[in-house]
């Protein structure tokens, strides 16, 4: 069973917010949808639960349609799980009565209720805290209980919205091992929003980059973060160093480029004469060192530097080109000011384009 948009289509007054969206989603796959702050991550989760209309396009579950323009199907009849960012717990029920809140509603029998109630309780290890209330709990475990809550109905469906976010740094990434497991293992197709993206890479099985209501990629994350397509996905991956550049040659699957004035190898088969803009991943340059296949050497001086524990941060001058950033392992020590040569493997310069504002969304993105 797989959920389906087909040109999803969202205005909020004249503002477009969801811009023709497709994407199938297959069962049991963990989605996150990332991008950043007022792209319509959580207006397309809403969309996807049967809060928001939408006025163009569809959204279906398999054959069924949830959602067209004029049709809302309400949520209830959805078979979805919801968590919130603010875990939306009710305050005056213990861990027990708010989980098993909708089986009540519907009308389950008191034993059934019991049994699946204590299912997902040892599903998110909260077993013993059926008692406790909201304000007895640590925010780690109001969180599960906000999950358990969602598993109880088992749901077709999972739709998180920022869940982790109200959490402190080192408690988000215990959830998130957690969320993984707990969802994971209950096999649940879910949709996952967050901006963060060390939360979406190290969830998702695939991550759908959205920018201004548009898909700007949907792919796995080592390919998305690895192979960004556009130059919006690497400066959202955190790649800084991009240059322009024109194609000099092609040879075999790689380009020779010459980026202001500077030679560079890069990845892709171009066409001579060609404009393009080149992204060189700050992790995947050496230091006074070769690797294999092709790539550029380049003489660098070193400008600043930023201790990360794991790895240092460089700031390294080139001659004809802006600065650029490198990261390598922490037992890399190099001082302010020494002159190092660089090398640029051609795996890592990779080509990006643009994505034009009045162009088609022209991909319909599968995510399995
Ligand atoms: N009810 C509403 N009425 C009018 N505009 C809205 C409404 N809800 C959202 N918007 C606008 O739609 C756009 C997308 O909002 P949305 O909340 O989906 O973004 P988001 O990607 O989830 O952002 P954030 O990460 O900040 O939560 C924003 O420009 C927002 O201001």
């Known amino acids: 069973m797989n959920l389906v948009l087909e040109d999803v289509t969202k205005h909020y007054g004249s503002k477009l917010v969801l811009d023709r969206l497709s994407l199938s989603i297959s069962e049991g796959s963990c989605v996150a949808l990332l991008g950043p702050s007022g792209c319509g991550k959580t207006t397309l989760l809403n969309a996807l639960a049967g809060l928001t209309d ?12 949830w959602s067209a323009k004029g049709y809302t199907m309400v949520p209830e009849e959805r078979n979805i799980g919801m968590v919130f960012q603010d875990f939306a ?13 909708s089986l009540r509603l519907k009308k389950y029998p008191v034993k059934k209720i019991k049994e699946q109630v204590a299912e997902v309780l040892e599903a998110v290890q909260m077993n013993g805290f059926e ?3 909201p304000n007895q709990l640590s925010g780690g475990q109001r969180q599960r209980v906000a999950i358990a809550r969602a598993l109880v109905t088992h749901p077709s469906i999972m739709l998180m919205d920022e869940p982790l ?4 740094a080192q408690l988000r990434e215990k959830m998130r091992w ?3 497991r707990i969802v994971r293992g209950a096999g649940i197709t879910t949709v996952y929003v967050t901006h963060d993206q060390a939360e979406a890479l190290s969830l998702a099985d695939h991550v759908v980059l959205l920018n201004r209501g548009r898909i700007e990629q949907a792919d796995s994350p080592t390919r998305l973060y690895r192979e960004p397509a556009t130059v919006f996905a690497a400066n959202f991956l955190g790649c800084s160093n991009i240059l322009h550049g ?3 040659e092609r040879c075999g699957d790689h380009s020779l480029i010459n980026c202001q004035g500077l030679d560079i190898y890069t990845m892709g088969k171009l066409l001579p004469g060609q404009e393009a803009k080149v992204m060189i991943r700050s992790g995947d340059i050496f230091i006074n060192k070769q690797s294999q296949g092709p790539g550029t050497l380049l003489e660098a001086k070193v400008l600043q530097r930023s201790f990360q524990g794991v790895t240092w941060q460089y700031k390294v001058a080139l001659e004809k080109v802006p600065d650029i ?3 390598v392992w922490s037992t890399q020590e190099i001082e302010v000011t020494d002159s190092i040569q660089i090398w640029l493997p051609a795996e890592g310069c990779r080509v990006l384009r643009e994505m034009s504002d009045d162009s088609e969304p022209a991909v319909d993105y599968k995510v399995s």
């Open 54 to 65: 939408i006025d163009g396009g569809k959204i279906r579950y398999d054959e069924l349609t």
């Open 89 to 101: 717990l009710w305050p005056h029920m213990n861990v027990f009565e708010n989980i098993a809140f």
């Open 131 to 133: 008692k406790r209330y």
């Open 165 to 168: 976010s109200s959490l402190d």
């Open 178 to 180: 957690e969320i993984m």
């Open 246 to 248: 024109r194609v000099i």
């Open 325 to 327: 950033q490198l990261e």
